[in-house]
């Protein structure tokens, strides 16, 4: 569904180039979880800059079911990283601007809309508005909108960033409850191996900036269930992190 051959993106700062993306190839199958794991700066939000349509100015190949990026043709759904909240708008109506924006109605929605808000615990702060909400709170509003909105692509940036442990855990649960649902194709930047290894089917590793991607890794231990609580799965963990560290520091 999504294929990206020779992706390169130049920022200029202060009439100089700055190489953020050097030929990057990737691709995901429909329904797949892709888990997009590099150091600080390799360039992973610019990665889901280009693939939500935000960043247009770049050279190589990037399709969506064989076409180009184009939000007003795909729904994609984008959680970044510094959550995208509009102020003016309380929380309720930030978790359905997805819906909003696409003109559909939120009738018929309702019990949905009712179950990840709860399930987000942000039902009962859903008539605050951003500046009244945490860090933690705000990144959740972003998580249900991108939930509400049943994407044909997902893109997450660090999504539970901003989340206690526990919290995290458990959003991250749900996550996983809401795409066996609905298996949308789903491409998620962490810097967290655990988090690759807990959601990802496969894991992305990205070089040190200018970013590509050069490892690939089935992950032998998605959907294996209660991961948390098995030797494999912290194994996996510390088998990834060797890896990357490998790949980081050469
Ligand atoms: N809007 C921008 N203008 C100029 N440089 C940028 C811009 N956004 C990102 N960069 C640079 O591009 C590189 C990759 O950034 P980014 O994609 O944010 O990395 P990551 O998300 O992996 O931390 C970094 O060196 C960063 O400083
Ligand atoms: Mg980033």
């Given at each position: 569904m999504l294929e990206i051959k020779g992706l390169t993106v130049k920022y200029k700062v202060e009439g100089k180039e700055c190489l953020a993306l050097h030929h990057l190839d990737m691709k995901l199958e429909e329904g797949d979880i892709c888990a997009v794991i590099g150091p600080s700066g390799c360039g992973k939000s610019t990665l889901l800059h280009v693939l939500s349509g935000i960043l247009s100015d770049y050279s190589g190949l990037v399709t969506i079911d064989g076409g180009p990026v184009d939000p007003k043709q795909k729904r994609i759904g984008f959680v970044p990283q510094n959550y995208?909240?509009?102020?003016?708008?309380n929380a309720y109506d930030n978790a359905l601007l997805g819906l909003d924006i696409k003109h559909e109605s939120r009738l018929g929605q309702g019990p949905y809309i009712e179950y990840i808000l709860k399930q987000l615990g942000l039902w009962d702060i859903r008539s605050k508005y951003p500046s009244q909400l945490s860090g933690g709170q705000k990144q959740r509003i972003a998580i249900a909108r991108s939930f509400i909105l049943k994407p044909h692509l997902l893109l997450m940036d660090e999504?539970?960033?901003?989340?206690?442990a526990i919290t995290r855990e458990e959003i991250q649960d749900l996550f996983l409850e809401v795409w066996k649902e609905n298996k949308v194709s789903t491409v998620f930047v962490t810097h967290s191996m655990e988090e690759a290894v807990y959601i990802g089917r496969k894991i992305a590793v990205m070089s040190p900036?200018?970013?590509?991607?050069?490892k690939v890794l089935?992950?032998?231990?998605?959907?294996?269930?209660?991961l948390r609580l098995r030797d494999e799965y912290y194994r996996f963990v510390m088998e990834l992190r060797k890896m990357a560290k490998e790949e980081w520091s050469n």
């Open positions: 995208g909240l509009l102020e003016w708008a999504p539970f960033s901003a989340l206690d900036s200018p970013g590509r991607i050069v089935e992950n032998p231990l998605f959907g294996a269930g209660n």
